[in-house]
């Protein structure tokens, strides 16, 4: 699994298409022919690194957004930065 | 397909009322019917919005959810390679207008996604074939062999199967319908005249106006009353086809007063007045489509008959010779050959691992067809 912290600078990996179905997004990686799927939560995360590219910055956010704890919004942030760094449709970025 | 309690539930849900969920009914059997009436993404946004959501079964629900995210990447990967071949064959100097599931994905659907299907379809001049063949091949298309000669078949399909693993599919016209009787509902100088652009799919790229993609959806439908379509492998003879319906009551709620005279103008041109009142009717009645009364009793005005109006009452084997009637004489026997005896390399592709005298073949071709035509529908 990779590593990524808070300081982490993130981007969107290449050939990675994406489409909102309802309040979800698709995403399509055209190298590995998969797609993936993520809930209207994960949408907004995604959307937040499109936009900001920092980790911090995503996590500020979402933190104002929704009622959630500091801890637990970090540890829950990190697990699917990681997750979609290994899914290959998201890259760490100097 | 016999219309059942479930494709009701499914086309109330299209006309956004809430209908009790049909719970006598089989949850199995309403996958297979969301699958064969394409509706998978429209029943999935119609089911988010609404309260009898919480009726449904929840693998139903979760199978839905999965469908409409395949659908969703499914033209996410189509996209590109679709707007890359419409914009090599404009450079090319082809005039085609792009018709049907894919034109109206682009133009009337809020999201392409939620009008699946298995191609794209261009209708061209008869004289562009040629340059449309080389522009496909050159972009790694490959296409099978013709099943007709020209007075059976107008079009032919090409496909492509990427390194990636994704497979493309065209259909290309070159008339409006294989149907003589259904082919002169509009021409194509009508057509391109009225042709609105598709933005979403490049720059220049034209389709059917609203009127005459209506009048073509009504032609489509009947077409496919008597020829089949296929949902996987599955052979289907359904006119009333939901997905079909619901493009009809988009395309209805985008017309206006003049594009409804157009409509009829064109009905009553093409001698097509008595298929359109029938797929309006449909429309109307099962997803709620808003057709002006005034429209449908000009419609169903009395009027001079209309060969096509057969193929509404005929069985496959009427509606066969109703076709061939459409012709002069002389022109008869060409259709018969072409429909009956296709080309001799497409039955020696077709029955590839048969070492029988082609005279057989064909015999063994022909006999399979009427069965297929007998035990569909008479």
Known sequence: ?94 | MARTALQDWLAALLRSETPGFPTDEDPGDLEQLVTAHGVGSLVHEALADNAVGREVPGHFRVWLKELAMAEAAAELARAEEIKGVLADLRRSGVEMLVIKGTALAYSLYPRPALRPRGDTDLWIRPADRQKVDQVLRKRGYETGLSAGGETAVRQLAYSLHTAKGIAHSLDVHWNLTDSPLLREAFSRDEAVHAALPVPALGEEILTLGHAHALLFACVHRIKHRHSPYYVGSKAQFEPDRLIWLYDLRLLAEALDEPGWRVVLDSAERGRVRAVVADGLAAARQLVGAEIPDWVMSTLTAPGVGEPSSRLLRSGHVGAFFADLASFKPADRVRYLRDVLFPPRAYMREKYANSRAPLAWLYLRRIISGVGKRISGNL
């Open chain 1, 1 to 94: 699994m990779s590593q990524v912290d808070l300081s982490t600078r993130i981007r969107i990996a290449e050939d990675v298409l994406v489409q909102a179905v309802g309040g979800e997004l698709v995403m399509l990686d055209l190298n590995q022919e998969k797609y993936f799927g993520l809930d209207p939560v994960g949408a907004r995360i995604w959307a937040l690194i499109q936009d900001h590219g920092s980790l911090e910055q995503v996590y500020r956010a979402m933190l104002d957004e929704y009622d959630v704890e500091a801890e637990q919004l970090e540890s829950d942030l990190l697990e699917l930065v990681n997750d979609l760094l290994d899914a290959g449709v998201i890259e760490t970025a100097d």
